[in-house]
């Protein structure tokens, strides 16, 4: 055997070591601002009752006439709520819905993070109404961790849900840089495998039994 084939095994090995760490660290820094929001919002999905607060009142933006055909409400009603929110000025994503009762009545939502922006048309009254909501902590909170989905259209929509589906992966590559590093410090091992085995124990006991 070569001399220097120890040595060069032994660089390969502290090159893989540096890369495992150098990935765990940076990738939990770089998705650090998303894990701390998903972390506070689990507090507001556990915990409802400490983040209750009076309803907020909806703000009026307007209510006009807006005199037009109504849509199929079956069909496609994306054309309808862009030309709606082009000629109010309220250009911007959303979604559409149309809701069936005495007359057909179509509900846009542009939701975003830090407001609500609800556009409603009726068939009956011909009348367009919007109103908006403000900002409270419980739900940016939950929207931050539910919001994902690559069905409404936009750059920023959809980067956003790239980033989630990184997240996704962020975690499986922490978890086996974690396994990695752990498995390379010998003296704690024992403990490893007693932390590993019992968090898999009662993970499995919850999933068997909830």
């Not at 390969?12 to 506070?40: A, C, D, Q, V």
């Not at 975003?112 to 009956?124: E, P």
């Amino acid at each position: 055997m070569n001399a220097t084939e120890p040595a060069i095994a032994r660089k390969r090995s502290m090159g893989f070591e540096k890369i495992n760490r150098r990935t765990h660290l940076y990738s939990g820094l770089f998705f650090l601002p998303w894990f701390l929001f998903y972390g506070l919002s689990s507090t507001v999905f556990n915990h409802p009752k400490w983040f209750d607060s009076p309803e907020q009142k909806r703000i009026p933006l307007f209510d006009r006439s807006y005199a037009v055909e109504c849509p199929n409400p079956a069909g496609d009603l994306r054309p309808f709520a862009e030309r709606a929110l082009r000629e109010t000025g309220l250009d911007g994503q959303f979604v559409v819905r149309a809701e069936n009762f005495d007359s057909v009545t179509i509900i846009i939502n542009q939701d975003r993070f830090l407001s609500n922006t609800r556009i409603a048309w009726n068939s009956a009254s011909r009348r367009l109404i919007a109103t908006r909501s403000g900002w409270e902590w419980r739900k940016l909170l939950t929207k931050i961790h539910t919001r994902g989905g690559f069905e409404t259209p936009g750059f920023l929509w959809n980067l956003w849900s790239v980033i989630v589906d990184a997240i996704q992966v962020a975690m499986i590559v922490w978890i086996a840089t974690g396994l990695y590093m752990w498995w390379h410090l010998k003296r704690y091992r024992g403990w490893g495998w007693l932390a590993l085995g019992c968090g898999s124990a009662l993970f499995a006991a919850f999933v068997l039994t909830l």
